[in-house]
């Protein structure tokens, strides 16, 4: 069975950082994609970055320079590394993982960060 966990949500002052954790399990044949969203409360659910297989990254305007997405291949586990959080960053964040040769996608339950000012 397929699953996808995060973790590394909490409180954290306006300019601070915060660490994500996703770790995706179950997947037979191995994982291509993993990916970062977040959504605000009656909003839907907005992109924030991605990386493939091959370590490839790419990340919304919106937290461009300020996040960064890296992959451990080996434990299928990805880490966003948010840093200069604004309280506009407040949100749930949420993983997505893609697994190779397929287009279905998995996501975790959520982990809510909260910036405050």
């Known amino acids: 069975q397929v699953q996808v966990v995060e973790s590394g949500g909490g409180l954290v002052q306006a300019g601070g950082s915060l660490t994500l954790s996703c770790a995706a399990s179950?997947?037979?044949?191995?994982?291509?994609?993993m990916a970062w969203y977040r959504q605000f409360p009656g909003k839907a659910r907005e992109y924030i970055a991605r990386?493939?297989?091959?370590?490839?990254?790419n990340y919304a305007d919106s937290v461009k320079g300020r996040f960064t997405l890296y992959r451990d291949s080996a434990k299928n586990t990805a880490y966003l590394n948010m840093s200069s959080l604004k309280p506009e960053d407040t949100a749930t964040y949420y993983c997505?993982?893609?697994?190779?040769?397929?287009?279905?996608?998995?996501w975790g339950q959520g982990t809510r960060v909260t910036v405050s000012s």
């Open positions: 997505q993982m893609v697994p190779l040769l397929s287009t279905t996608t998995y």
């Open positions: 990386v493939t297989r091959d370590g490839t990254t």
């Open positions: 179950g997947s037979r044949i191995g994982v291509n994609i």
